[in-house]
């Protein structure tokens, strides 16, 4: 079974920093690797994913994530982060084969102090 | 462009109470998703819908029942409410493909006294 890990429930970070957001998974066969974000009071908002190809994903608002396949990780990140990036986000997981069904983790919230 | 929505955005209930979420989506997806979000407990799955008429359980579907009568439509019903099901709800929708993602609604938040 497919499964996610955010070991960290919140990260801290001053405005301007760069910031990290570790995600690892685990997977019998490949993998399809998600980002979401959750501003208070909304829905998950799509940020980036992985499917294939280079190991750098970039997405939206001027995130990007690292796929590792030997270290099973997907760590998000962003050269230099702002105040309004301040939010929840999750890590998802899916298999290449079969059907569609995301396995999230836990999340992790993200606070950037000004 | 709509996307996915779901109604109403609050709701209290009183324990054993029954109430229907409404979920709707418009992008023509076949794939549809519940899930309930709870603190420090990330999102679980409680069903899930391939196509209209075909549902099943997720990782947490005791006390939820669910319909899908159309391919726009997956209502989400709670018979006995119970103070265990407070919790925010959302629902998503797909293509099935593993690599496509799910578009989500802005939740549904529920309290049960």
């Known amino acids: 079974a497919q499964s996610v890990a955010q070991p960290e429930d919140q990260v801290n970070v001053a405005e301007g920093n760069p910031l990290t957001v570790k995600c690892t998974y685990s997977v019998s066969g490949n993998p399809y690797l998600f980002w979401y974000v959750q501003y208070p009071n909304r829905g998950l908002q799509f940020l980036l994913k992985?499917?294939?190809?280079?190991?750098l994903v970039k997405g939206s608002y001027g995130f990007e994530a690292e796929f590792n396949k030997s270290q099973t990780s997907f760590h998000l990140k962003k050269p230099s982060a702002l105040v309004s990036d301040s939010a929840l986000y999750f890590c998802?997981?899916?298999?290449?084969?079969?059907?569609?069904?995301?396995?999230f983790g836990t999340g992790t919230r993200l606070l950037v102090s000004p | 462009n709509a996307g996915v929505t779901q109604t109403p955005k609050f709701r209290i209930l009183k324990i054993g109470q029954s109430m229907t979420l409404q979920c709707t989506q418009d992008m023509n997806h076949n794939y549809m998703y519940w899930y309930r979000q709870d603190p420090g407990m990330g999102l679980k799955l409680i069903y899930y819908s391939v196509g209209a008429g075909i549902t099943d359980k997720g990782e947490v579907p005791n006390g939820y029942n669910v319909s899908r009568s159309t391919t726009e439509d997956f209502p989400l019903r709670l018979e006995l409410a119970a103070p265990s099901q407070t919790s925010v709800y959302f629902c998503?929708?797909?293509?099935?493909?593993?690599?496509?993602?799910?578009?989500f609604g802005s939740g549904t938040r529920l309290t049960v006294v």
């Open positions: 992985y499917i294939t190809g280079d190991n």
């Open positions: 998802a997981v899916s298999m290449n084969t079969g059907f569609q069904k995301l396995v």
């Open positions: 998503a929708s797909g293509r099935g493909e593993g690599s496509y993602g799910y578009t």
